[in-house]
């Protein structure tokens, strides 16, 4: 009897994180509007090479942006997507990317928090 108990706190102990980790998931890539014009701007500049289509970091903790907000003030985002920032191997998109969707993109992930 002690092991069908043992089985069965087991069986839910696994539904459970797995429960958890889904729902988890799932909150983290509807923080991300894929419709929004600033989605739009960031696929287009090849962003998601790196940064993933949830803003999830492809690169390592530093590339993941879905709190970027939190970390960086927006001057700070601009200058990075500017000079870019060769500790973390980003690279500079000034002259690149056009000025107005610079300005778009870093009040868009100054937004993440």
Not at 99 to 112: A, V
């Amino acid at each position: 009897m002690s092991n069908h108990r043992n089985f069965v706190l087991f069986a839910f102990s696994l539904i459970f994180i797995f429960t958890t980790a889904c729902a988890q998931n799932t909150s983290e890539s509807d923080t991300v509007d894929k419709n929004s014009s600033e989605y739009k701007i960031y696929k287009k500049n090849q962003c998601i090479s790196c940064h993933g289509t949830d803003l999830e970091g492809r690169m390592g903790p530093l590339s993941n942006l879905q709190q970027v907000g939190s970390r960086l003030e927006k001057e700070e985002i601009r200058s990075i997507l500017l000079q870019g920032k060769e500790e973390t191997h980003m690279p500079g998109y000034e002259g690149i990317i056009e000025e107005e969707n610079i300005e778009i993109l870093s009040d868009w992930l100054s937004e993440m928090e």
